[in-house]
Structure formats: C-alpha cells, structure tokens
C-alpha cells in the first residue's frame, strides 16, 4: 500500500498498518520456532530467525526496486505480495503440523535452558 499513499498521513498510517501487522507475524514465527525446537537449541534458533529477518529487511527492498526500475512496479508489488501470500500460507500449513503445548508447561519458554 505505499506505493499507493498519496499524502503523508496515509503514509503514516499504512507504516503504522504495516509495523503493527510485521510485529504480529513475528512474535508468532518466533513462537513457533521456540515451540519446534529443542531446549538446548533454543538460542541458536532464535538467532538464526533474527539473521533470516535482518537480510530480508536488507535484501529485499533493494531486488523489488530493481524489479521495479526492469519490468515496472506493477511486477514489483505482484511480487511481494505473492512472496508475502507465500510465506503466510507456509507458515499456516507447517503451524498446523505443531503439538500445541499445554498451559501449564507454557511458562517453561519463558526461563533460559
């Protein structure tokens, strides 16, 4: 929806959309990596989440502005959100796959291994 905004406050309002909905996708993602993995692996998990995360943020802004400027910005967003479509189905397909943890062991997530 950026490409759309045509004044700074629907620009403001679709990066508020945007952070709000990014920090939900994340906690959940980050919930479920904690949930797959092993205790002693926890850490490791977590961090190689954060590097995925850090040069995607890094990475792709720059291959959709390429995309963008080579074929047009209509390819560009049909791109991302096919990529965004993608991910979220993968992640709904394999969160699915999951054992949900019982209440009561929850607050074991919480303490370091």
């Given at each position: 929806s950026l490409p759309l905004c045509r004044s700074r406050a629907s620009f403001w309002a679709s990066m508020a959309v945007w952070d709000v909905a990014?920090?939900?996708y994340t906690a959940a993602v980050s919930a479920l990596?904690?949930?797959?993995?092993p205790a002693s692996w926890r850490g490791s998990a977590n961090s190689l989440l954060?590097?995925?995360q850090d040069v995607t943020f890094g990475t792709?802004?720059?291959?959709?502005?390429?995309?963008?400027?080579?074929?047009?910005q209509g390819a560009a967003l049909l791109s991302a959100a096919a990529l965004m479509l993608g991910s979220s189905l993968a992640f709904w397909r394999f969160s699915h796959a999951v054992e949900p943890v019982a209440r009561a062991d929850a607050w074991r997530y919480c303490l370091p291994p």
């Open positions: 990014e920090s939900a990596a904690a949930e797959v993995t954060n590097q995925v792709m802004p720059l291959a959709l502005g390429l995309l963008a400027a080579r074929v047009g």
